[in-house]
């Protein structure tokens, strides 16, 4: 019995370590989506007090592509369209 309670014991501290691990990165993440935010923040200023929509929309576009969400939601897009493709070329 003493051996169980102890292998739970472990079992629960590495959770424990794990979790901690988690609730670090979510807070790097966090931090990293406000900085992203003031980019696109920028943006919408350029465009709006400067008038310069082009620059405007480059640096909207520049915040998306460096998020957490841009690049890999690319690729995810981008990997669908290829299989897509790749479906229809099989189905021939």
Known sequence: MNAKL????????????????????WDELNKQKTEFENLEI????IMVLLGEVEEGLKA???????????????????VGAVDGLNQRLKSI
Do not use: C
Request: aromatic share 10%.
């Open 42 to 45: 920028i943006g919408l200023a």
């Open 60 to 78: 909207l576009l520049a915040a998306y592509l460096i998020s957490p969400y841009g690049i890999p939601m690319f690729a995810t897009w981008l």
């Open 6 to 25: 102890k292998k739970v014991l472990s079992d629960m501290n590495k959770i424990e370590d794990k979790m901690v691990l988690l609730q670090e990165k």
